[in-house]
């Protein structure tokens, strides 16, 4: 990336190699320490002054950066704590392995290449899907308000008694990705079938989130027939066409609620997302409250045609292929911004985790004794910390780094005929931290270089096209990085709430942490509605341990003990919102 400055973002002042103010200030503690040992030899019996030197490599507090608030529980009510019981009987188990179960037979697929509604048949599935629901959920539809959005989209509300209160708002998807037909004979039970086998629920969309929406639906169900009153308005929203970007379900749903309570107006979503996890020996729970960006750039490289025996050169292909060498040479930085929740996990982990690595712990305590230091002005130091951090494999290196893949490529009809156009896509997921613009700055700089060579006319990201060019475009589907949800665990907000109905569920061994979704969720529409977005999957089967059950492959399935918590999770949490003084 020599060609591009990179993004003036300083963020590492662990760098060995000072600039000329950080040399000073070095000399500065030089004499500092000179005095110091001066006066501890001089005045040997004033030993306790050394407590107030500031030191660097004094124990760090790692813990206040990962504040973890107390179990918390709703308080007590006879009625709705008997209902909280009943989910762990036998009868609730059986009967919501049915419901679950129906939910899954539902084939809602959905297709990149669907029409419009109404005029595909294949949406109408989601007409049974509806049907299944009123069936399968009587209270909620005899008491709430139900409204079908954009025809399928699903909006839930139960009013509160206190208009004052913002909604608590829960999200799932109907919408499954499709069963690719060759793949089904791999099945161990056949994907729509919603075969229960003692212990899992088998089938497209158990756990990519017909799971989670049944929860939902089941918590509500549940707290209505216990005679609960929500003081703060519960409402439930769910898309049908997660699996192909949301444009139809979750956009139009963001945009109704948006009318209605404004922007700001609620107080907190749970959507799908990820999970718990293991790491350095400690059970993390990792709501993502962080979305990557994303953004596909199309390359076009269009050089005079002719017969290919008097050829140019270097033809469109070879010209493609010099840029996307270029492209391939250097890759994103790694870079851990103070606001990415990978930072808080660093934390979290080296305050609570007996295997946290000791030289990410040493590269932790500097950054954090450096932070409240002025930054210099130096660009691009490397961020020691991140890098250190990135070699615990590929799955961490991309919660810090912009991604960059090559994805799809095509050019030439004939072998004697010099192509004419040739095309590739250029795949990226956007670190947090930095935009699209970064991305596209980086292209416009290296397809720049490499069409003055060939004297071709550069055309980055201004839709034109002629004849002896590269032309970049955007996708459609680009977004930016996701604004990050607030997550501190010692001020009194909706994390304190996710995080203490966790811990009071699942016990106070688990940590809480904000995690980061390399991928995107429905919440992509509903930035505006709140800060406080948290993509969470709240089960966990403790025999099983943490993981997602196989989405988007073959034998997709979920526990039912991890169901079931995720009902007494939704429960609680709701009961919990409810009484917070948010
Ligand atoms: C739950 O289902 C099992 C298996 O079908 C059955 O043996 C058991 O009696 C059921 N329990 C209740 C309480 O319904
Ligand atoms: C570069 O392209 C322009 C216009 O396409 C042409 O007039 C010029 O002769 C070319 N120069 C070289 C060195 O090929
Ligand atoms: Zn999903």
Not at 36 to 59: G, M, N, Q, T
């Amino acid at each position: 990336m020599k060609s591009t400055p990179p993004p003036v973002l300083p963020i590492d002042a662990g760098s060995p190699h000072g600039d000329r103010a950080s040399s000073r200030s070095r000399r500065c503690v030089l004499v500092f320490i000179a005095l110091v040992l001066l006066l501890l030899v001089r005045f040997p019996d004033i030993a306790s002054f050394k407590r107030f030197i500031p030191s660097a490599e004094s124990e760090h507090d790692f813990g206040s950066g990962c504040a973890q608030p107390d179990p918390l529980f709703p308080s007590n009510h006879p009625e709705l704590d008997k209902a909280f019981e009943h989910i762990s009987s036998e009868s609730f188990r059986n009967a919501t392995i049915r419901r679950l179960s129906g939910a899954v037979q539902v084939r809602t697929e959905s297709f990149d290449d669907l029409g419009a509604i109404g005029e595909d048949p294949r949406w109408d599935v989601f007409y049974d899907f509806h049907q299944y629901l009123e069936k399968t959920f009587p209270l909620i539809h005899e008491k709430l308000l139900v409204e079908k959005v954009n025809t399928h989209g699903l909006l839930y509300t139960w009013k509160g008694s206190d208009e004052s209160l913002k909604p608590t708002l829960l999200m799932a998807h109907q919408d499954t990705v499709p069963v690719p037909p060759e793949t089904v004979p791999d099945w161990t039970y056949p994907p729509w079938s919603g075969a229960y086998d003692g212990k899992n629920i088998w089938g497209r969309g158990a756990s990519d989130c017909k799971n989670q929406l049944i929860a939902a639906m089941e918590t509500l169900e549940l707290l209505l027939e216990a005679g609960f009153q929500p003081k703060r308005t519960i409402l439930l929203s769910f898309g049908f066409d997660e699996e192909c970007s949301g444009t139809r379900g979750a956009s139009h749903l963001a945009a109704f609620i948006q009318e209605r309570y404004g922007k700001d107006g609620i107080a907190v979503i749970v959507d799908e997302g990820s999970s718990f996890e293991y790491a350095w020996g400690t059970l993390f729970a990792k709501p993502g409250t962080a979305e990557k960006g994303y953004t596909d750039v199309h390359i076009t490289v269009r050089a005079p045609g002719g017969h290919s025996s008097v050829p140019t050169d270097h033809t469109s292909i070879g010209i493609l292929s010099e840029l996307i060498t270029r492209i391939e040479s250097e890759q994103y930085r790694t870079r851990l911004v103070d606001s990415n929740p990978y930072y808080t996990q660093l934390q979290c982990g080296a305050a609570y985790s007996p295997e946290f690595p000791s030289k990410l712990k040493k590269l932790l305590r500097r950054r954090l004794s450096s932070a409240s230091s002025p930054h210099g002005t130096c660009k691009a130091k490397p961020d020691h910390l991140a890098l250190e951090a990135a070699k615990q494999g590929p799955a961490i290196k991309y919660l810090m780094q912009t991604s960059q893949a090559v994805d799809v490529i095509s050019g030439g009809i004939k072998v004697n005929a010099l192509p004419e156009r040739a095309t590739a896509v250029v795949n990226h997921r956007i670190n947090i931290g930095e935009t699209t613009q970064v991305v596209k700055d980086r292209l416009a700089v290296l397809a720049g270089a490499v069409a003055r060579k060939h004297n071709l006319t550069l055309h980055a990201f201004d839709g034109k096209e002629e004849p002896s060019s590269i032309i970049l475009s955007p996708s459609a589907h680009e977004l930016e990085a996701a604004p990050v949800t607030p997550a501190d665990g010692s001020i009194r907000g909706p994390f304190s709430v996710l995080a203490g109905t966790t811990r009071a569920l699942y016990g106070e061994e688990v940590v809480v942490t904000p995690g980061i979704m390399t991928g995107n969720t429905d919440t992509r529409y509903y930035w505006d509605l709140t800060r406080h977005i948290f993509r969470f999957a709240p089960g966990l089967d403790p025999e099983d341990g943490p993981g997602l059950g196989a989405i988007h492959t073959v034998d997709e399935r979920v526990s039912v003990l991890n169901h079931v918590n995720s009902v007494k999770w939704f429960t609680l949490f709701v009961r919990n919102m409810d009484e917070a003084e948010l």
